[in-house]
């Protein structure tokens, strides 16, 4: 269950122009955006401490922020969605003291906010795709110190986790359903609903429609508090799989 590929749903690559515009693709919708980085504010300045990590902020921060500037600044830094004081005090209240994981986990700052083990298969370290996001001009992912290199399938069987949580984490692809994408290295997500008692996943609407696990019965929320960097004017979502079927948030 290698999770870290973001080949079919990556919310923006950059290709830098002659004319000093920069592209921003998204190659699953086609989805193309132009922006010029002279015009579009770079706001690492509050969103990166002074190890030049992301920082949690209120979601407030981010209101103050545009969809392009956001675009800009997760794909320069090799993040895609950004944690906020609210998103980690619902994912607390979730988690209420069960054993909880988080796999796909990048950066590594949400796990290590809310205290609990950070995994990822840190596939982007990997030198042939490091050279790839090099030729299209997007910096690889920045894996946390606090990563442990486990893909979603070894870190599940590790922890036992009852929670798994998971911010854009690419599903594995299904020869039996090519139009939902995926990755052939992406998160067999189905399996990993059955292994513990709740999954839950965040993303946006239009990156992450075609999820296979949407057939299966879920709960999903559109706080107004979550934010990535996607630019495709759909809302981004909390949505939970749980083993049992006693769904209510």
């Known amino acids: 269950m290698g999770q870290r590929s973001r080949d079919s749903e990556a919310a923006g690559c950059f290709f830098p122009g002659e004319d000093g ?141 009852n929670v798994v949580i998971a911010c854009w984490v690419t599903h594995r692809f299904d020869p039996a359903q090519p139009y939902a994408g995926g990755s052939v290295t992406g998160v067999d997500e189905a399996s990993l609903i059955e292994a513990c008692d709740e999954y839950i996943f965040i993303g946006n609407e239009r990156v992450h429609a075609h999820k296979p696990i949407w057939k299966m019965p879920h709960e999903k929320l559109t706080p107004s508090w979550l934010y990535s960097r996607a630019v495709n004017g759909s809302r981004e979502f909390i949505a939970t799989w749980r083993r049992r079927q006693s769904l209510s948030i």
């Open 21 to 161: 515009l920069v592209t921003a693709v998204r190659n699953r919708h086609t989805d193309v955006f132009a922006i010029d980085p002279a015009k579009v504010r770079d706001i690492s300045s509050r969103l990166l401490d002074v190890n030049g990590r992301l920082r949690i902020t209120p979601a407030c921060m981010f209101e103050e922020t545009t969809a392009q500037e956001r675009l800009m600044f997760g794909v320069r830094q090799g993040i895609y969605s950004f944690p906020t004081d609210e998103l980690c005090e619902f994912l607390r209240s979730r988690i209420d003291g069960r054993i909880a994981v988080e796999i796909g986990s990048g950066h590594g700052i949400l796990a290590e906010a809310l205290a609990i083990p950070a995994t990822d298969n840190r596939q982007q370290e990997d030198p042939e795709l490091r050279a790839y996001y090099g030729q299209i001009g997007q910096p690889t992912v920045p894996y946390g110190k606090n990563v442990e290199k486990l893909d979603a399938e070894a870190a599940v069987r590790k922890y036992r986790p």
